[in-house]
Structure formats: structure tokens, C-alpha cells
């Protein structure tokens, strides 16, 4: 009896795919949102050090915008043209997740940006390596994560009411990021492409989210907030 024949793989993805300007566009106004926002957070740190580490961070936000921005000059894209169909996602997610406590803030710098870059280093694996490149550099940990870490995590180590409140804060931003990932794929028919092409098919985007949620939980262990 022959061999079945080899099941066809996914065609690669081209560097031109019209998704890849849409990824760089929605990662550049997430750059600039998270810029702006830990500038403004950082009046909620009880100490300098806390005021310093934030604004830093939003310094590291900051230089990774500009990369997304000459990426989409190169490709012949407007920025600002380019960032304008995600900014009412995105503002929305950080409306409804707007932090009223330094703990807060310090929980959604770790696991809110996390769930995100979870999401797009999945995207970027399968990428042609001159884009993926690209994006894998502006989702780097900024070198601040411990300083979050250490901050949580003596914070919540005697304080269950701090915990619990915490660990539902973290869920939140867990079912908000979900829902607005799922939004901007809904509105914008070339990056879902690009999705479900470094997914394989929509089961595949189910099994994501199911990754990054597994990825969530192992965050807030880390934050001693599990």
C-alpha cells in the first residue's frame, strides 16, 4: 500500500505581506501608549527610586517607537497614518485598566505589557528574520522587570488583602488584553492574515490565547500573587 503523501505546510510568510505594516503600526502605538503612560504612573511611586525606575522604563518605550517608526518610513508607510486605525483599541484597553495604586501600576507594567508580548513574539517566530527581528527587538524586557518583581512580591508577602486584590487586578488585564487582541483582528483583515498564516489556522489562535494565559498565570506566581 503507498504512503499517504506528506501533509502540505504552511507557504512561508514574505516579507512584503501587507499584515507585516499593520504589525510594526499596532506595536508603534502600543510603544508610545506605554510611553506616555508610565511617564504619567510614576507620580503614583512612593520613592524617587520608584519615580526613576519608571521613567526609564518609559525611556526604553520611547527608543523602541522610534525603531517601529523608521521601519515603517522604509517600507514607504506614514506612521501616523499607519498607528491610526489601533488607537482606539488600545485606548480603550488602557481605559478600563487605568492603575489608581503604585502596586497597580507596577502589576500591569510586568503582566499587562507580558500578555502582549507573549501574543506578538508568536507572530514574529514565523516571520521572514528581517522582520521578526525587528519586532522580537522592541518586545525585549526593558531591564526593569526585577525592580517590578521585588516591589510586588514584598509588598503582597504579608498583606493577603493586598494579594487577593492584586491577583483579581491581574485577571482583568488578562481578559481585557484578550478582548482587544480579538478586536483589532476583527477590524483589520491583513493582520488577522498574518495571524492565523503564523498560526496555521483559527484552532491555532485558540491554542494561542491558551499559551498566553499559561504564560499569565506563571508571571503572577512570579509576583507572588498565584
Known sequence: MAANPPAPSTPPIAADHPGVPELFAVLAYGEISAFYRLAE???LAPTLEGRVALA???AAEMNHFETLET???ERGADPYEAMAPFTEALDAYHRSTNPSTWLESMVKAYVG????ADFY????????EEVGVIVRDVLAETGH????VEQVRNAVQNDRKSRDRLALWGRRLLGEAITQAQ???AQRDELTELVISSTGDLNGIVALFDRMQDSHTERMAVLGLN
Not at 121 to 128: G, H, N, S
Not at 145 to 148: D, K, L
Open 56 to 58: 526609564k522604563m518609559a
Open 41 to 43: 504612573e510614576a507620580q
Open 121 to 128: 513574539r508568536e507572530v514574529a517566530d514565523v516571520l521572514p
Open 113 to 116: 505589557d507580558g500578555i502582549a
Open 145 to 148: 522587570s526585577q525592580f517590578v
Open 183 to 185: 478586536f483589532v483582528m
Open 71 to 73: 521601519a515603517l518610513t
